[in-house]
């Protein structure tokens, strides 16, 4: 009996999703006994990796960006559900950090992960919302290719091989879920296709207005470098005879969504860059590019130029702009396809456009030079500037190769005269990519894994001596601090990035704080003598609410005796973790009052 094509879609649908989720879990395999460390069976251990949050939680990945990731997403949870604002007085205190303006509101993956945070708690949400935006991302791109007319195990293979590489294994084991959230990007590809075709329903325009809107708001850059792309390709192929009126207001709508949005829920900052005065808001916005070509209608801004002397230096570009090598040599071969130009050159030339994006401005060599889509895409969206690691960027070549391949396959394979031959070339094509693919999962000797659990030694000394924390160093000891004080909700003299995101007016409180600096001076070398500090600069850290000062002793140069005599108090010392506890002297004006 055959399916009509309704069942058939529900059908292949329900399919992607479940291998969707079967190729996501490929990724927690090689360290699954270690995610759920103290279980014996297989059912406890994905309950202690994804449903449960465990006093030690055992994380998929590690590093600074991972904790960071959970801690930014916890305080999202809080700020969603009215228990603080975007402003976080606790931190960098007594000053506070404008977190909305540093994340610059991209939060879209915080509110899919929301529920799981509500539901699991922190950190136990992690490892599930890794699991479920891998598992999107292979989905997205299914259906995304799917629909351009790709047979079902194409389709299966391209999406694998699509999100299965190098980057994408970079990305998660450094605790980046963000950079490889795309499921939206594919979704709004797949709405920009259904506007290109003969017939489309005005409801593609909103939803892909909709998924427009929620890839920039997820990644900034990553999301702009798609939908530019995306509107040259509607550019280019919108403005066929058939249907002309209807694609132009169509792809119109799906844009003024994708940009209103964006701009409506950031207003804060992006109010400033419309106006043209964002480097008061980001420093790096204020640099000078290093070549500027005056065109028309737009200046494009060249910031720095690639050169290119060798084949190496070729490799090497390409290399650190993390292409799948796989990829790019299967959609290099399809241009030599015959078959299909006329549905897929516009989106080939939307390739040519994204495969820059990554890379730089431009590329120079000797007697010519080339401006890449980057550029172009700088000319149009200045903050692009901010984006210190371009390589992030490349989810759309990524995706504009996927569906240039997806077209030109699938005309391929409708050419081949023989049915044998058609499955044959599908069978072949299919597996040739999910062989391919397979050989990018992570192994157990490539899979980092780290954990989180509350320091009870600092949960202690906070009970004890209540009040804002002092952690010291100062510079290079808040890549954790931030992240326990989830736990212990006290003010924090630290917080993340220290230096890459502390507001200036942080630092010139610490710089000036005679205590701060004999404090840091015993950080950095072992005195003869105990430094010296001001009465009036103790006092005004009491008054701005700091009673604790706790001290990683394995990451100074001091003794622990000089951290003792300079404060005046032994507090509580746990010599085999390294952690010392001192409370912060009461300054001799209060005593005199009692």
């Known amino acids: 009996m055959m399916l009509s094509s309704k069942h058939r879609w529900i059908v292949e649908t329900i399919c992607?999703?479940?291998?969707?989720?079967?190729l996501a879990h490929l990724w927690f395999r090689p360290i699954m006994w270690q995610l759920g460390e103290g279980e014996y069976t297989f059912w406890g251990a994905l309950e202690s990796i994804f449903i449960r949050t465990d006093v030690r939680e055992n994380l998929y990945g590690t590093g600074v960006d991972l904790q960071g990731t959970i801690w930014v997403f916890d305080?999202?949870?809080?700020?969603?559900?009215?228990?603080?604002?975007?402003?976080?007085?606790?931190i960098y205190a007594p000053i506070g950090f404008d977190l909305g303006l540093n994340e610059g509101f991209a939060w879209a993956d915080g509110l899919f992960a929301w529920p799981l945070i509500q539901l699991i708690e922190t950190p136990g949400w992690y490892n599930l919302h890794v699991l479920l935006t891998l598992a999107g991302?292979?989905?997205?791109?299914?259906i995304l290719f799917r629909n351009t007319g790709a047979p079902f195990l194409v389709s299966i293979g391209l999406g694998l091989l699509c999100v299965t590489h190098a980057f994408g294994r970079q990305e998660l084991l450094q605790g980046r879920p963000t950079q490889m959230h795309w499921i939206l990007s594919a979704l709004f590809l797949l709405c920009v296709v259904k506007i290109l075709a003969p017939k489309a329903n005005w409801l593609w325009a909103v939803f892909g207005g909709l998924c427009g809107a929620g890839m920039m708001l997820v990644y900034w850059f990553g999301g702009a470098a798609v939908g530019f792309c995306a509107a040259a390709v509607l550019l280019f192929m919108g403005l066929q005879e058939t249907n002309r009126l209807r694609r132009i207001g169509q792809a119109l709508l799906m844009a003024t969504l994708s940009i209103a949005i964006p701009i409506a829920v950031t207003w804060r900052v992006s109010s400033q860059i419309l106006q043209g005065s964002g480097s008061s808001l980001f420093e790096s916005m204020s640099e000078e590019p290093a070549y500027l070509i005056s065109a028309p209608l737009l200046d494009i801004p060249i910031q720095k130029f690639i050169w290119i002397t060798s084949q190496e230096d070729l490799f090497r570009v390409l290399t650190s702009a993390m292409f799948p090598l796989p990829l790019l040599v299967l959609g290099a071969l399809f241009i030599f396809n015959p078959f299909g130009w006329k549905r897929s050159w516009g989106w080939f030339l939307g390739v040519l456009l994204a495969i820059g994006i990554p890379i730089g401005p431009s590329l120079i060599w000797d007697g010519g030079w080339l401006v890449t889509g980057h550029a172009l895409l700088q000319a149009v969206f200045p903050p692009l500037l901010r984006c210190a690691f371009p390589h992030r960027m490349v989810v759309a070549p990524i995706l504009f190769?996927?569906?240039f391949?997806?077209?030109?396959?699938?005309?391929?394979?409708?050419k081949m005269p023989h049915p044998f031959l058609k499955i044959a070339l599908t069978l072949g094509l299919s597996s040739l990519m999910i062989q391919q693919a397979s050989l990018q999962f992570p192994d157990h000797l490539t899979t980092p894994h780290s954990h989180i659990a509350p320091d009870f030694h600092l949960l202690s000394a906070t009970k004890r001596w209540p009040g804002g924390v002092i952690t010291i160093p100062l510079e290079q000891g808040s890549d954790t601090a931030h992240?326990?004080?989830?736990?212990?909700?006290?003010?924090?003299l630290g917080g993340p990035g220290m230096d890459v995101v502390r507001p200036k007016e942080h630092k010139a409180y610490c710089d000036k704080n005679t205590l701060l600096q004999a404090l840091e001076q015993l950080v950095q070398r072992n005195l003869n003598n105990t430094p010296g500090y001001k009465e009036a600069d103790l006092e005004q850290l009491w008054k701005d609410g700091f009673r604790l000062v706790y001290i990683e002793t394995r990451r100074t140069q001091g003794d622990v005796e000089d951290f003792q005599n300079l404060l005046g108090a032994k507090g509580s010392y746990q010599q085999g973790a390294g952690q010392l506890a001192i409370p912060l002297p009461k300054p001799k004006s209060l005593e005199e009052t009692q």
């Open 16 to 22: 992607f999703g479940l291998i969707s989720i079967y």
């Open 405 to 414: 391949i997806a077209m030109s396959s699938s005309s391929l394979i409708k």
């Open 75 to 90: 305080k999202l949870s809080e700020i969603l559900s009215g228990a603080s604002s975007s402003f976080l007085p606790e």
């Open 137 to 142: 991302s292979y989905f997205g791109c299914m």
């Open 483 to 492: 992240i326990q004080q989830m736990f212990h909700n006290q003010p924090l």
């Open 401 to 403: 190769i996927g569906l």
